[in-house]
Protein backbone atom coordinates (compact mmCIF):
# COMPACT_ATOMS: atom_id res chain seq x y z
CA UNK A 1 0.00 0.00 0.00
CA UNK A 2 1.12 3.36 -1.04
CA UNK A 3 1.91 6.14 1.28
CA UNK A 4 -0.76 8.08 2.55
CA UNK A 5 -3.61 5.04 1.95
CA UNK A 6 -5.17 3.28 4.68
CA UNK A 7 -7.22 0.06 4.48
CA UNK A 8 -10.52 1.07 4.34
CA UNK A 9 -11.82 1.97 7.86
CA UNK A 10 -14.93 -0.20 8.56
CA UNK A 11 -16.93 3.11 9.30
CA UNK A 12 -16.46 3.66 5.74
CA UNK A 13 -16.67 0.32 4.51
CA UNK A 14 -19.02 -0.40 1.32
CA UNK A 15 -20.13 -3.10 -1.20
CA UNK A 16 -16.97 -3.41 -2.93
CA UNK A 17 -18.83 -6.22 -5.70
CA UNK A 18 -21.66 -3.68 -6.10
CA UNK A 19 -18.91 -1.35 -7.01
CA UNK A 20 -17.56 -3.20 -9.47
CA UNK A 21 -20.77 -4.25 -11.42
CA UNK A 22 -22.19 -0.64 -11.98
CA UNK A 23 -18.37 0.04 -13.12
CA UNK A 24 -18.36 -2.59 -15.71
CA UNK A 25 -21.65 -1.08 -17.12
CA UNK A 26 -20.67 2.40 -16.93
CA UNK A 27 -16.86 2.55 -17.74
CA UNK A 28 -14.91 1.62 -21.11
CA UNK A 29 -12.50 -0.99 -20.58
CA UNK A 30 -12.92 -1.43 -17.02
CA UNK A 31 -11.49 -4.13 -15.47
CA UNK A 32 -13.51 -5.99 -12.49
CA UNK A 33 -10.73 -7.35 -10.72
CA UNK A 34 -9.37 -4.48 -8.52
CA UNK A 35 -7.97 -3.32 -4.90
CA UNK A 36 -9.30 -0.62 -3.35
CA UNK A 37 -7.62 1.50 -0.30
CA UNK A 38 -8.46 4.86 1.55
CA UNK A 39 -6.56 8.03 1.29
CA UNK A 40 -5.66 8.99 4.79
CA UNK A 41 -6.47 12.84 4.20
CA UNK A 42 -9.68 13.77 2.99
CA UNK A 43 -11.79 14.88 6.30
CA UNK A 44 -15.31 15.61 4.67
CA UNK A 45 -15.81 13.49 1.47
CA UNK A 46 -13.99 9.69 2.10
CA UNK A 47 -11.43 9.18 -0.77
CA UNK A 48 -10.38 5.98 -2.31
CA UNK A 49 -7.78 4.87 -4.73
CA UNK A 50 -8.88 1.52 -7.49
CA UNK A 51 -5.94 -0.56 -8.42
CA UNK A 52 -7.50 -2.06 -11.69
CA UNK A 53 -5.79 -4.10 -14.74
CA UNK A 54 -6.41 -0.93 -17.05
CA UNK A 55 -4.70 1.26 -14.05
CA UNK A 56 -5.63 2.85 -11.20
CA UNK A 57 -9.21 5.30 -10.87
CA UNK A 58 -10.07 7.40 -7.44
CA UNK A 59 -13.11 7.46 -5.96
CA UNK A 60 -14.59 9.97 -4.22
CA UNK A 61 -18.57 9.64 -2.24
CA UNK A 62 -19.96 11.08 0.33
CA UNK A 63 -19.48 9.48 4.07
CA UNK A 64 -22.36 7.46 5.40
CA UNK A 65 -24.93 8.63 8.01
CA UNK A 66 -27.00 11.52 8.44
CA UNK A 67 -25.50 14.72 7.22
CA UNK A 68 -26.23 18.30 6.91
CA UNK A 69 -28.32 19.80 4.43
CA UNK A 70 -26.13 20.79 1.18
CA UNK A 71 -23.17 19.36 2.97
CA UNK A 72 -20.74 16.71 1.11
CA UNK A 73 -22.48 17.64 -2.63
CA UNK A 74 -20.17 15.76 -4.65
CA UNK A 75 -22.42 16.42 -7.75
CA UNK A 76 -21.11 20.43 -7.60
CA UNK A 77 -17.67 18.59 -7.49
CA UNK A 78 -18.11 16.50 -10.37
CA UNK A 79 -20.41 19.41 -12.35
CA UNK A 80 -16.78 21.76 -11.48
CA UNK A 81 -14.63 19.27 -13.05
CA UNK A 82 -16.33 18.88 -16.23
CA UNK A 83 -16.42 22.23 -16.17
CA UNK A 84 -12.80 23.33 -15.82
CA UNK A 85 -11.61 19.95 -17.83
CA UNK A 86 -10.37 22.08 -20.78
CA UNK A 87 -9.39 25.07 -19.41
CA UNK A 88 -6.04 26.11 -18.27
CA UNK A 89 -7.08 25.53 -14.72
CA UNK A 90 -5.19 21.99 -14.02
CA UNK A 91 -7.88 19.48 -12.42
CA UNK A 92 -8.55 14.97 -12.60
CA UNK A 93 -10.38 14.30 -15.57
CA UNK A 94 -13.71 13.04 -14.42
CA UNK A 95 -15.08 9.88 -15.39
CA UNK A 96 -18.40 8.97 -13.92
CA UNK A 97 -20.86 10.17 -11.50
CA UNK A 98 -23.71 8.24 -9.86
CA UNK A 99 -26.50 9.71 -7.84
CA UNK A 100 -27.77 6.39 -6.96
CA UNK A 101 -27.48 6.08 -3.27
CA UNK A 102 -28.56 2.04 -3.65
CA UNK A 103 -25.39 1.17 -5.30
CA UNK A 104 -22.57 1.38 -2.57
CA UNK A 105 -25.09 3.19 0.08
CA UNK A 106 -23.96 7.13 -0.80
CA UNK A 107 -23.97 8.94 -3.91
CA UNK A 108 -19.96 8.97 -5.72
CA UNK A 109 -18.14 9.63 -8.67
CA UNK A 110 -14.81 8.39 -10.35
CA UNK A 111 -12.01 10.19 -11.54
CA UNK A 112 -8.68 10.28 -13.49
CA UNK A 113 -5.97 9.04 -10.95
CA UNK A 114 -3.26 11.19 -11.08
CA UNK A 115 0.82 10.52 -10.10
CA UNK A 116 2.23 13.19 -8.16
CA UNK A 117 3.03 15.26 -5.54
CA UNK A 118 0.83 16.55 -2.59
CA UNK A 119 2.58 18.83 -0.03
CA UNK A 120 1.13 18.18 3.54
CA UNK A 121 3.57 19.97 5.01
CA UNK A 122 3.36 23.90 4.81
CA UNK A 123 7.03 24.46 5.64
CA UNK A 124 8.01 21.89 2.97
CA UNK A 125 10.95 20.48 5.03
CA UNK A 126 13.75 18.52 2.88
CA UNK A 127 13.59 21.67 0.27
CA UNK A 128 15.75 24.52 -0.78
CA UNK A 129 14.78 27.99 -0.53
CA UNK A 130 14.19 28.40 -3.95
CA UNK A 131 12.16 25.53 -4.14
CA UNK A 132 9.67 26.63 -1.54
CA UNK A 133 9.59 29.80 -3.30
CA UNK A 134 8.74 27.85 -6.81
CA UNK A 135 5.95 26.09 -5.10
CA UNK A 136 4.03 28.78 -3.30
CA UNK A 137 4.51 30.37 -6.68
CA UNK A 138 2.97 28.01 -8.89
CA UNK A 139 0.08 27.61 -5.81
CA UNK A 140 -0.72 31.49 -6.45
CA UNK A 141 -0.62 31.76 -10.37
CA UNK A 142 -3.20 28.68 -10.10
CA UNK A 143 -5.39 30.61 -7.93
CA UNK A 144 -5.73 33.50 -10.27
CA UNK A 145 -5.93 31.61 -13.18
CA UNK A 146 -9.26 30.04 -11.20
CA UNK A 147 -10.42 33.47 -10.57
CA UNK A 148 -9.79 34.85 -14.16
CA UNK A 149 -12.09 31.75 -15.67
CA UNK A 150 -14.81 32.94 -17.98
CA UNK A 151 -17.63 30.68 -15.62
CA UNK A 152 -20.43 32.11 -17.53
CA UNK A 153 -18.70 30.79 -20.94
CA UNK A 154 -18.56 27.45 -19.52
CA UNK A 155 -21.69 27.21 -18.67
CA UNK A 156 -21.97 27.83 -14.80
CA UNK A 157 -24.56 30.46 -14.31
CA UNK A 158 -26.55 28.34 -11.94
CA UNK A 159 -23.92 27.15 -9.97
CA UNK A 160 -23.72 29.25 -7.24
CA UNK A 161 -25.64 32.66 -6.83
CA UNK A 162 -23.24 35.71 -7.95
CA UNK A 163 -24.44 38.15 -5.37
CA UNK A 164 -24.56 38.42 -1.69
CA UNK A 165 -21.96 35.90 -1.68
CA UNK A 166 -20.35 36.95 2.11
CA UNK A 167 -23.57 37.62 3.67
CA UNK A 168 -24.82 33.94 2.39
CA UNK A 169 -21.82 32.59 3.50
CA UNK A 170 -21.52 33.79 7.15
CA UNK A 171 -25.49 33.03 7.37
CA UNK A 172 -24.36 29.51 6.48
CA UNK A 173 -21.21 28.56 8.58
CA UNK A 174 -23.17 29.91 11.72
CA UNK A 175 -25.98 27.84 10.93
CA UNK A 176 -23.93 25.00 10.38
CA UNK A 177 -22.31 25.79 13.42
CA UNK A 178 -25.09 26.47 15.18
CA UNK A 179 -27.08 22.93 14.05
CA UNK A 180 -24.00 20.60 15.36
CA UNK A 181 -22.64 22.61 18.38
CA UNK A 182 -23.93 21.16 21.87
CA UNK A 183 -22.79 24.28 23.74
CA UNK A 184 -22.18 28.13 22.76
CA UNK A 185 -18.43 28.63 22.38
CA UNK A 186 -17.64 31.96 23.58
CA UNK A 187 -14.76 32.88 20.49
CA UNK A 188 -17.18 31.68 17.70
CA UNK A 189 -19.85 33.78 18.91
CA UNK A 190 -17.85 36.45 18.85
CA UNK A 191 -16.49 36.23 15.81
CA UNK A 192 -20.09 35.98 14.31
CA UNK A 193 -21.59 38.95 15.55
CA UNK A 194 -18.42 40.78 14.71
CA UNK A 195 -18.52 39.82 11.03
CA UNK A 196 -22.30 40.18 10.57
CA UNK A 197 -21.79 44.39 11.59
CA UNK A 198 -18.47 44.27 9.23
CA UNK A 199 -19.73 42.67 6.06
CA UNK A 200 -18.05 44.75 3.38
CA UNK A 201 -19.18 45.39 -0.31
CA UNK A 202 -19.30 42.77 -2.49
CA UNK A 203 -16.49 41.82 -4.71
CA UNK A 204 -16.71 40.70 -8.77
CA UNK A 205 -17.71 36.97 -8.76
CA UNK A 206 -16.11 34.45 -9.78
CA UNK A 207 -15.63 30.71 -8.89
CA UNK A 208 -14.16 30.60 -5.33
CA UNK A 209 -12.40 27.11 -4.59
CA UNK A 210 -13.85 27.08 -1.30
CA UNK A 211 -10.74 25.23 0.36
CA UNK A 212 -8.02 26.62 -1.99
CA UNK A 213 -4.81 25.40 0.19
CA UNK A 214 -1.49 23.50 -0.55
CA UNK A 215 -2.48 20.05 0.23
CA UNK A 216 -5.41 20.38 -2.20
CA UNK A 217 -3.24 20.83 -4.90
CA UNK A 218 -0.99 18.07 -6.79
CA UNK A 219 2.47 18.93 -8.21
CA UNK A 220 4.35 17.51 -10.96
CA UNK A 221 6.82 14.96 -9.67
CA UNK A 222 9.79 16.93 -10.54
CA UNK A 223 8.57 20.22 -11.41
CA UNK A 224 6.76 23.22 -9.29
CA UNK A 225 4.33 22.77 -11.29
CA UNK A 226 0.12 22.45 -10.79
CA UNK A 227 -1.23 19.61 -12.60
CA UNK A 228 -4.18 19.04 -10.32
CA UNK A 229 -6.71 21.12 -8.11
CA UNK A 230 -8.30 18.68 -5.71
CA UNK A 231 -11.85 18.87 -3.81
CA UNK A 232 -14.05 20.99 -4.75
CA UNK A 233 -16.65 19.94 -2.27
CA UNK A 234 -17.22 24.03 -1.55
CA UNK A 235 -16.84 25.11 -4.47
CA UNK A 236 -19.54 27.90 -5.94
CA UNK A 237 -19.71 31.51 -7.62
CA UNK A 238 -18.37 33.65 -4.86
CA UNK A 239 -16.04 36.54 -3.45
CA UNK A 240 -12.21 35.51 -4.65
CA UNK A 241 -10.83 37.10 -1.98
CA UNK A 242 -12.46 35.08 0.27
CA UNK A 243 -10.48 32.09 -1.21
CA UNK A 244 -7.19 34.41 -1.39
CA UNK A 245 -8.10 34.97 2.34
CA UNK A 246 -8.30 31.40 3.35
CA UNK A 247 -5.13 30.56 0.75
CA UNK A 248 -3.53 33.48 3.52
CA UNK A 249 -4.50 31.69 6.61
CA UNK A 250 -1.42 30.02 7.53
CA UNK A 251 -0.20 33.55 8.12
CA UNK A 252 -2.58 33.94 11.08
CA UNK A 253 -2.32 30.62 13.03
CA UNK A 254 1.15 30.05 15.26
CA UNK A 255 3.38 26.91 14.26
CA UNK A 256 2.71 24.88 17.34
CA UNK A 257 -1.36 24.06 15.79
CA UNK A 258 -0.41 20.37 15.28
CA UNK A 259 -1.39 18.83 12.01
CA UNK A 260 -2.61 22.36 11.11
CA UNK A 261 0.28 24.37 11.84
CA UNK A 262 0.72 28.03 10.54
CA UNK A 263 3.58 30.30 9.88
CA UNK A 264 3.21 32.80 13.42
CA UNK A 265 6.39 32.02 15.01
CA UNK A 266 8.83 31.09 11.66
CA UNK A 267 11.68 32.95 9.96
CA UNK A 268 9.60 32.52 6.21
CA UNK A 269 12.56 34.50 4.51
CA UNK A 270 15.04 31.94 5.18
CA UNK A 271 12.78 29.82 4.09
CA UNK A 272 12.08 31.13 0.90
CA UNK A 273 8.42 31.40 1.84
CA UNK A 274 6.83 35.03 0.83
CA UNK A 275 5.49 37.01 3.43
CA UNK A 276 1.79 37.48 3.02
CA UNK A 277 2.18 41.05 1.77
CA UNK A 278 4.16 39.80 -1.22
CA UNK A 279 2.05 36.58 -1.94
CA UNK A 280 -1.03 38.65 -2.08
CA UNK A 281 1.04 41.25 -4.45
CA UNK A 282 1.62 38.58 -6.56
CA UNK A 283 -1.85 37.81 -6.43
CA UNK A 284 -3.06 41.23 -7.56
CA UNK A 285 -0.44 41.73 -10.28
CA UNK A 286 -1.77 38.16 -12.14
CA UNK A 287 -5.44 39.21 -11.39
CA UNK A 288 -5.12 42.77 -12.88
CA UNK A 289 -6.41 44.32 -9.18
CA UNK A 290 -4.97 47.65 -7.94
CA UNK A 291 -5.55 46.88 -4.12
CA UNK A 292 -7.10 44.80 -1.45
CA UNK A 293 -9.51 46.21 0.77
CA UNK A 294 -11.55 44.85 3.81
CA UNK A 295 -8.75 42.70 4.58
CA UNK A 296 -9.41 41.78 8.06
CA UNK A 297 -13.04 41.10 7.25
CA UNK A 298 -11.85 38.65 5.45
CA UNK A 299 -9.25 37.17 7.59
CA UNK A 300 -11.28 36.74 10.37
CA UNK A 301 -14.22 35.03 8.29
CA UNK A 302 -11.41 32.83 6.89
CA UNK A 303 -10.93 31.76 10.55
CA UNK A 304 -14.35 31.53 11.96
CA UNK A 305 -15.51 29.53 8.43
CA UNK A 306 -12.14 26.96 9.01
CA UNK A 307 -13.42 26.63 12.98
CA UNK A 308 -16.74 26.10 11.66
CA UNK A 309 -16.11 23.35 9.65
CA UNK A 310 -13.16 21.88 11.61
CA UNK A 311 -16.43 21.77 14.42
CA UNK A 312 -18.76 19.96 12.21
CA UNK A 313 -15.34 17.22 11.27
CA UNK A 314 -15.70 16.66 15.31
CA UNK A 315 -19.07 16.43 15.62
CA UNK A 316 -19.02 13.45 12.73
CA UNK A 317 -15.98 12.17 14.99
CA UNK A 318 -18.35 11.69 17.59
CA UNK A 319 -20.94 9.99 15.64
CA UNK A 320 -18.51 7.33 13.39
CA UNK A 321 -18.55 9.25 10.48
CA UNK A 322 -15.42 11.02 9.83
CA UNK A 323 -13.24 10.69 6.52
CA UNK A 324 -10.39 10.67 8.81
CA UNK A 325 -8.97 8.85 11.80
CA UNK A 326 -7.21 11.96 13.36
CA UNK A 327 -10.87 13.94 13.19
CA UNK A 328 -11.73 13.48 16.92
CA UNK A 329 -8.28 15.85 17.29
CA UNK A 330 -10.75 18.74 15.66
CA UNK A 331 -12.32 19.26 19.03
CA UNK A 332 -9.55 20.99 19.99
CA UNK A 333 -8.07 22.53 17.11
CA UNK A 334 -11.47 24.73 16.04
CA UNK A 335 -11.30 26.02 19.33
CA UNK A 336 -7.80 27.21 18.71
CA UNK A 337 -8.58 28.35 15.44
CA UNK A 338 -11.07 30.96 16.65
CA UNK A 339 -9.09 32.00 19.04
CA UNK A 340 -6.64 32.96 16.40
CA UNK A 341 -9.76 35.31 14.98
CA UNK A 342 -10.58 36.67 18.36
CA UNK A 343 -7.11 37.92 18.50
CA UNK A 344 -6.98 39.54 14.97
CA UNK A 345 -9.97 41.70 16.23
CA UNK A 346 -8.24 42.27 19.79
CA UNK A 347 -4.96 43.35 17.95
CA UNK A 348 -7.19 45.74 15.74
CA UNK A 349 -9.13 46.71 18.60
CA UNK A 350 -5.66 47.70 20.58
CA UNK A 351 -4.86 49.66 16.88
CA UNK A 352 -7.62 51.60 16.87
CA UNK A 353 -7.13 53.12 20.48
CA UNK A 354 -3.90 54.30 19.86
Not at 87 to 95: C, G, I, Q
Not at 230 to 258: F, I, Q, R
Not at 336 to 354: F, I, K, N, P, Y
Request: aromatic share 10%.
Amino acid sequence: MAEGQVPVRPALQFDQAALQSHLRQHLPGFESAFTIAQFAGGQSNPTFRIDTGSGPLVLRKQPPGLLLPGAHAVDREYRILEALRDTDVPVPRPLHFCADADVIGTPFYVMECLEGRVFRKLLLPGMSAAERSAIYTAMIDTLARLHLVDWNGLGLGDFGKAQDYLARQLALWSRQYQASSREPIAAMERLMAWLADHLPAEQNATIAHGDYRLENLMFDVREPRVIAVLDWELATLGDPLSDLAYNCMPYHLPMDLGFASGFVGVDLAALGIPAEADYMAAYCARTGREEITDWMFYQVFSLFRTAAIQHGIYVRALQGNAGSGRAREFGQLFQRVASCGVALLDQSDREMSV
